[in-house]
Nanobody
Framework: VQLQASGGGSVQDGGSLRLSCTVS????????MGWFRQAPGKEREFVAA????????YYKDSVKGRFTCSRDNAKNTVYLQMNSLKPEDTAVYYC???????????????????WGQGTLVTVSS
């Protein structure tokens, strides 16, 4: 399975970006997808996830109402629309894929077996 993330960049406080992650090598509709991020000097943390059943996405509390995770199975792509960005959102963002992901495991990086290369998001004040 290969994951290719894109869409990162530099924006000012309050700006928006949309990240995309395109998957190949596996039936995308059967994969649950997650977004994680890692800021300099910090551990990788969960941001959002959407299961293979395309049920309601799950979010880190601090991004609820600002970020929207969605998927397009016809395009083998998962998206992370990020609005009202804040400087504390600055990080390298990673997409990840998992099979057979249960709800309670969605926020754990260890649950995901496949990772993209990361895309840098920088939010300046």
């Amino acid at each position: 399975v290969q994951l290719q993330a894109s869409g990162g960049g530099s924006v000012q406080d309050g700006g928006s970006l949309r990240l995309s992650c395109t998957v190949s090598g596996r039936t995308f509709s059967r994969l649950s997808m997650g977004w994680f991020r890692q800021a300099p000097g910090k551990e990788r943390e969960f941001v959002a996830a959407i299961r293979s059943t395309n049920s309601n996405p799950y979010y880190k509390d601090s991004v609820k109402g600002r970020f929207t995770c969605s998927r397009d199975n016809a395009k083998n792509t998962v998206y992370l629309q990020m609005n009202s960005l804040k400087p504390e959102d600055t990080a390298v963002y990673y997409c990840a894929a998992a099979t057979g992901l249960i709800l309670s495991a969605m926020t754990s990086a260890q649950s995901y077996g496949y990772w993209g290369q990361g895309t840098l998001v920088t939010v300046s004040s």
